[in-house]
């Protein structure tokens, strides 16, 4: 219905721009037909002698001819046949040769175009009448001279009923293939949002669209598929992340259950017996609840921060290294920083995690006595331990959501700190590498963005 509408505007436009020339053209054509006699009846006369004309429409209608004097009499005498407007009485009046009107009037019920040109000179009786009858007639006049418009009106007709015409053909065939190409261009529509309604009654997400073509329908197929990948790698990785969990939770719960039955017999242990079983508790409660925070801190990874801001990067690197120091002491690993004030933009919360989780990894696999090297400048913290570094076919996973080299199985950890660390980099804008330090050990790099110091110091004075 649009594309018809559209196109009967532009035909009626165009329709009526034709109209308005055609017109325009006619007229002009008659025009020059008028100025031509007129000249003819003025020039073809001798000097000083009036123009061969009768004051009446001759025998056809609308042909009409008149002289007017300045005085307002006509030639050659009564009766008037054409009116005279001010317009004429002023011409006549001047002295001036050439100068003409042309315009549009009525002669009776007839209309007609007609022209006044001025004569501009004095004129006597062309027909010589006798002396005693030659009269000099005054100084000016005008020449009115008139044609019908009938020719001028049934060529319009003609042209208004062909114009009316194309315009109802022209509209009936938009009508058509506006329906055809809107059938054309729906049925591929249908097809497709058939296929949607099918995948969101089943939410078989595996299943993919039919790719198509190049036109828009085959980009937004494609489009959809790409959706589809993603619902589908979100929902495997969902899949995953619970099968994971399920996996992790399962020890620490069986070694719970096997304490807790144990404790039914309580009263039969000894005092030394009964720390140890409540000792063995507390610590499998610790790994519930850091495995079920781990796993909550990825679930919030997920959605958008909005608590982000201005954080100085540098002073908490170094508040974390001052914890991670208190917790090495028990094994006389010393952590030694080096660092420069520089600036990031971030959740702060979330970031003083990830620096924590990089530093608890890089102290979980230092020897004792050995040292952590922790260095952060222009958004960049690289921690380097020198354990037994990290093996070619780990590297690649170490990153992943539950992942444990086979000789870190038997240390305590969920495998989620690192994870954490790469979805707090990912989020954040930045990004997180493992590399092979030089001599051994691992070298982490955690990277963000630097910002502009928020508010820089002001000269004294």
Aim: aromatic share 4%; proline share 6%.
């Amino acid at each position: 219905m649009i594309a018809t509408a559209a196109v009967l505007v532009v035909v009626l436009i165009g329709s009526f721009a034709t109209y308005v020339v055609a017109y325009y053209s006619l007229v002009g054509s008659l025009d020059v037909t008028l100025q031509q006699d007129a000249q003819q009846l003025i020039s073809g006369n001798e000097v000083n002698q009036l123009p061969v004309i009768q004051n009446t429409c001759g025998r056809a209608k609308g042909y009409c001819s008149q002289i007017v004097w300045a005085d307002g009499k006509v030639y050659p005498g009564d009766p008037q046949v054409l009116p005279i407007p001010a317009a004429v009485n002023q011409l006549a009046a001047s002295l001036g040769s050439g100068q003409e009107l042309l315009f549009t009037t009525k002669v009776g019920n007839i209309s007609v175009r007609e022209i006044v040109k001025s004569l501009g000179s004095t004129y006597s009786y062309s027909n010589r009448p006798p002396p005693e009858q030659r009269l000099t007639m005054p100084d000016g006049g005008a020449l009115q001279l008139t044609a019908p418009l009938t020719g001028v009106h049934e060529g319009l007709h003609r042209l208004a009923v062909a114009l009316w015409i194309i315009i109802m053909c022209g509209v009936g065939l938009a009508v058509l293939l506006g329906f055809a190409v809107s059938r054309t261009v729906l049925r591929p529509l249908d097809d497709l949002t058939g296929s949607i309604e099918e995948l969101a009654r089943t939410t078989d997400v595996s299943r993919r669209l039919d790719p198509g073509g190049a036109d828009e329908l085959g980009r937004l197929r494609r489009a959809f598929n790409r959706l589809l990948a993603a619902v589908d790698s979100s929902r495997e990785s969902q899949r995953q992340l619970v099968l994971d969990a399920s996996h992790e939770l399962r020890t620490p719960l069986t070694s719970l259950r096997t304490n807790m039955e144990v404790a039914r017999r309580m009263e039969e242990l000894a005092p030394e017996e009964r720390e140890i079983l409540i000792g063995d508790v507390l610590t499998q409660l610790d790994e519930l609840t850091s495995l079920v925070a781990d796993m909550a801190e990825l679930a919030r990874g997920d959605l958008p921060q909005l608590t982000s801001g201005p954080v100085r990067f540098d002073e908490l690197v170094l508040t974390a290294v001052e914890a991670a120091t208190t917790h090495g002491r028990s094994r006389d690993v010393t952590f030694v920083t080096s660092t420069a004030p520089c600036w990031v933009s971030g959740s702060a919360a979330r970031i003083e995690r990830a620096v924590d989780n990089l530093l608890d990894n890089a102290l979980k696999y230092s020897p004792d006595g050995s040292v952590v090297e922790v260095s952060c400048a222009e958004g960049v913290l690289m921690v380097r331990d020198h354990g037994r570094g990290i093996s070619d076919s780990d590297i690649e996973h170490i990153f992943d959501r539950f992942y444990r080299a086979p000789e870190a199985r038997s240390r305590p950890g969920s495998g989620l700190g690192l994870a954490i660390v790469a979805q707090v980099a990912l989020d954040e804008g930045g990004q997180v590498s493992a590399h092979h330090a030089p001599g051994g050990g691992a070298l982490f790099r955690f990277a963000l963005p630097p910002i502009a110091t928020p508010h820089p110091a002001r000269n004294p004075g």
